[in-house]
Each structure stands twice: as C-alpha cells, then as structure tokens.
C-alpha cells in the first residue's frame, strides 16, 4: 500500500511540474506590454501659494527645498498670480519681482530641476479694477464679480486679457518662465458667492459662466481673448493656457468649458485642467473623463487627502482610468493642518518643519516616472492595482502597485520575454493610523512572486535594454527673451546654492536617518499611551 501511494504522490508531483503548478501561477502574473502606449507624462509636483514666505525665510530652508527637489523631486511648480488683488502687502510682491517665487525656482535650479511653472488666477483682483463689475443677485441666486461692460454694453474681456499679459510679464521680468497659465481656479465655484443666508459678501469670487448672460461673462469668450493677447504679446513664447480648471471632474462640466473654445478657437486649446474636489473617483466616470478630454493633454491640478494611501490609490486611477499627463498636490508648505499638506511649516523662522505622510507616498510616483515616460499596458487578475511606464529610450521601466485589500498577495512580471538587467524595489505599508505607516522601505532586487502585504503601496523600477530603434529627438531650445536673467548678485546666489547643497548632502543623510528613527520612536510612545 505505501508503495502504491508512492507512486501516486511521484505521478502528482511530475504532473504539478509539467504543468507549472509550483511555478508563478497565471493569475499571479502581471503582463506589461511595452508597446501599447497611452499619455506622456509631464510631472508631478504641487502649489506654492499661501504660506511660501514662512518656508522661504525659515532658518531651515534649504532643507525645505532638499525635501522638495532632491526627495519627492516635484518638477511642477503652480503659483498664484497676485497682480493687483485685493491684498495690497501679496499685490506688492508682484511689483517687487515676485521674491518668494524665486526663492523656490532658484531652489530647484540648484538642485538640478528646470521646473515647469503653472500661473493660476484665483480672480482676487481689487473690486475697483475698471474691468471688475458686481453681480448682487443673479438669477439663480448666486452673487459674484463678473466683467464689466464697456460703453458700448459688451463684456471687457479685452481689458482682462491685457491684465493677464501683465501678470505674466511680472513673472517674466522676476525671471521666471511661465509655461501654462490658468485664468480662473475653479471657474464653476467662483459663482457661488453667497453666505449662509443668501446675502451678498465682499469676498464673493470672480464668475466666469460657461455661456455669457446678463449677469456673467463667458468663460470661453475670456479664455480666447487672453489667448491672442499672449500671441499678440509673446509671440511663440506665449504661456499655454490650460482650459476649464474646474474644481470637480466630470464629461459634461468640463465639455461644457471647452467644448465652444473648441468650436471657436481650436488651436487655442491643447491642455485640460481639473480638480477633484466632489468628484465621483470611481473607475467608470474617470474613464469617462479621460475619454470625453481624449482629444487633450489632462492635468489633475488641485487635490488634498490626509489619508495618503488613499490618496496614492486616487494618483494611480488618474494616471491608469483617466490618463492624466500631470499630478498636482495642493499645499506644498502649510500652516500646521494635521498632515493634509506635504511639509508643515510654523511662522517663526526656528519653528519645526515636518514632512507629512503625502510627502513620503507621493515618491513612489514623482521620484520615478519622470517627464517624458509614458505609460503603458497592463493587465492582470489581481485584487492589486498597477500602472506601468517607460523611459523615452525603454532603458526603464517603473510599475507601481498599490494592494487596498486585506489580503496580501504575490506577483510575477510578464515583460514579454523582455529581459531585466537591474532593480529596485520600494515598499510603504500602511499602519493602524497615520503615525504607524512605513515609508520608502528599501527592499532590495525584484524577485517573481513578489509579495505586495495587505496595505502595501510598491514601486518596482526596472533597467532593461534600450530600444535599439530608438532615436533620441533633437529639441532646440530657445531661450525666452521676454525672460530677465538674474542679477550678478543673483547668479552668484545660485551657484552658492549650489555648492551648499553638495556640501550638506552627507550631513543631511545622516540626519535623516536620525530623525526617523526618532519620528519612529515617538510614534510608538504615542501608541503606547493611547
């Protein structure tokens, strides 16, 4: 009888060999296939608006812009535009040449990073502005600021679109480029303007209407007009404009901001901009956005999340099921808020600079898929989410995962025969509460079968063989006359910078490692007393 049962047991095992069994089973397998290829990525990185002045003069500073640049590595800088608002002491930091804006695009410049600038108009212009009118009570209800109308009763979006050529050009003579410009943040929101009764308040926002009416002027109509005064104006140095910014996505919110730029002014319009605050995150309407804004760049531009996984989980469907080139974090550096920001920083110059739970999640995507990757096909039967890019040449290729599930799971990857010549793996796993969470963790080469824990949020970074077709695109780069360069003094400034931070780099590198642990260690005594 044993010896029967041997028998069977050796049959059962050849046939689980035979039939790879013991091997990575197929609904463990991830396939990548490097040749379908969807959006190029433009970058990562978030707004600087509210608050910069504490981070620019804090006494820590250049750790500020080591965490920025060198640590999450964020190439997308937006900036609020403050020509002639409402807060004399903000108004005046244009006319001075934008001090605190420097700071921060000089910051990055030493460290290596050419930053692509966003300008976004909040539509905080002094109600006295000749083009500005008051709208005590539209129709629906709603009470805003709109443009005034001329005397021959039409809508003054000349006079704002030569507003809009000064406010670039107070970037421009700061020396600092602008590369897109928004001309109004959250356009749907600017109308509601009311307080709790209904009654009409003095910080009711700038209305741009999707159609023009009585009561507003049109989105559209501005939007095209500051189009041809920054052609007019710049000629091919024009910023891009981004079109709609909307605070919520969705196809028919948004096509009903493009749609007549599209129908009036096509060549106006090659970038689409949205938030997410309200917006239903599921799979269906983000795949419906992306496929209503097909014909366009994407930039998700505005959104907070204290809860950073998932928050990552929200970053990874709007590069996979929406397709967006561009992913902004809102507050850069804030006021202390309780960790929706990336870094906290207090209004006393020695007061303690934290870096936030985003700040660490948001890497796994913005220190690895740089601009110019682009994405492409994935699929797989895993509970697990993934999202794969390329490098222009195919040298390199980064597959994020995230596993919102309560099960750990395994996987292997299927590059198509593609063969790997080096690794990394980094691995963040969500704790109990957001002071449990482990970031970053180094885990070595990329094995199959790797395990992605229950929580676990992974970036897997892979050298493979360049294409052998590949070409790289001879780009010449034109320098921006309307530009000013920095001062001698300025440029004296940078390169000082520059050296500094090579200088810090190793004492920084220790310090980090201190500072963890400590961080660590105060966690678990926090834990403990609870």
């Known amino acids: 009888m044993k010896r029967l049962l041997s028998v069977f047991a050796a049959l059962a095992l050849a046939f689980s060999l035979s039939t790879g069994l013991f091997a990575a089973r197929e609904e463990e397998t991830v396939h990548i296939d490097l040749d379908d290829t969807y959006q190029t990525i433009d970058g990562f990185g978030a707004s600087y608006t509210w608050y910069l002045g504490w981070a620019v003069n804090h006494n820590e500073s250049e750790t500020i812009w080591d965490w920025v640049f060198n640590e999450t590595e964020f190439n997308i800088l937006r900036f609020r535009d403050l020509n002639e608002i409402r807060n004399e002491d903000e108004a005046q930091m244009a006319r001075d040449g934008y001090p605190e804006y420097c700071a921060v695009y000089q910051a990055a410049l030493a460290r290596g990073i050419e930053p692509t600038v966003l300008v976004t108009s909040w539509g905080e212009y002094r109600r006295d502005l000749p083009f500005v009118a008051f709208t005590e009570k539209a129709d629906n209800g709603f009470t805003y600021y709109t443009l005034a109308k001329n005397a021959d009763g ?18 421009f003579d700061a020396g600092i480029p602008v590369d897109y410009f928004s001309i109004s943040n959250e356009a749907e929101f600017q109308e509601r303007g009311t307080d709790e009764n209904g009654n009409a308040r003095a910080e009711a926002g700038f209305f741009l209407g999707a159609d023009e009416n009585e009561y507003h002027a049109a989105y559209w109509k501005a939007y095209i007009a500051v189009y041809e005064a920054f052609k007019e104006a710049f000629g091919e140095f024009a910023p891009v404009l981004i079109g709609a910014e909307t605070m919520a996505a969705y196809p028919d919110l948004l096509k009903s901001y493009i749609d007549p730029i599209a129908e009036n002014c096509p060549e106006s ?20 956005v992306g496929e209503a804004m097909s014909g366009y760049t994407i930039w998700q531009t505005e959104l907070y999340n204290n809860d950073c996984f998932a928050h990552s989980e929200t970053v990874l469907d709007e590069l996979v099921y929406e397709g967006v080139s561009a992913y902004l974090y809102w507050n850069g550096v804030w006021d202390f808020d309780m960790g929706n920001c990336l870094i906290e920083v207090g209004y006393q110059p020695d007061s303690m600079i934290t870096r936030m739970n985003n700040h660490y999640a948001l890497q796994h995507f913005s220190k690895y898929i740089k601009k110019g990757y ?157």
């Open 374 to 530: 682009k994405r492409v096909g994935v699929s797989e039967e895993l509970k697990s989410k993934f999202g794969a890019f390329k490098s222009p040449d195919g040298s390199k290729l980064t597959v994020v995962a995230i596993n919102r599930s309560n099960e750990d799971e395994y996987m292997t990857l299927d590059l198509g025969g593609k063969e790997i010549l080096g690794s990394k793996v980094i691995l963040s796993v969500e704790g109990e509460n957001r002071f449990s969470h482990e970031f970053l963790t180094d885990m070595g080469e990329y094995e199959d079968e790797l395990l992605l824990p229950a929580g676990g949020l992974m970036t897997i970074v892979l050298d493979l063989e360049p294409d052998p077709d590949y070409v790289e695109p001879v780009v010449e780069k034109k320098e921006n006359p309307f530009v000013k360069k920095p001062s001698g003094a300025n440029v004296l400034a940078i390169v000082i910078a520059a050296v500094a931070v090579v200088v810090v780099a190793a004492i920084a590198l220790s310090a980090v490692i201190v500072i963890k642990n400590m961080k660590k260690l105060a966690a678990k005594e926090k834990e403990d007393n609870q």
């Open 154 to 171: 039409e809508y003054m979006y000349d006079e704002l679109a030569d507003f809009c050529v000064q406010s670039v050009r107070y970037f």
């Open 269 to 288: 319009l090659s970038v689409v901009g949205h938030h997410l605050y309200g917006t239903d995150l599921s799979e269906r309407n983000l795949r419906a």
